[in-house]
């Protein structure tokens, strides 16, 4: 068996390469599977709709610049 003489910074510099190509496979593999039993999964029908919370700062303001709660659409022909 004949042993050959390996150049350490070049062995070094490709096994980063390896490293840092096998963790960011990994990072979009665990990802896209993720995603995918989410979306397999998910039971889009009984979950809960997010609803904003309500504050006391909103109750103290003055009526002027409290938001409003109303939707105002306005059409008009051109």
Do not use: C, H, W
């Not at 039993?37 to 002027?64: F, H």
């Amino acid at each position: 068996m004949i042993l050959k003489d390996i150049e350490k910074t070049v062995y070094r510099k490709r096994l980063n390469i390896v490293i840092v190509s096998f963790i960011a496979s990994l990072l979009v593999l665990s990802l896209a599977y993720g995603q995918g039993l989410i979306a397999l999964l998910a039971d889009s029908i009984n979950m809960p709709v997010p609803v904003a919370p309500v504050t006391e700062v909103a109750g103290e303001l003055a009526p002027e610049a409290a938001p409003e709660n109303t939707l105002n659409l306005t059409f008009s022909a051109y």
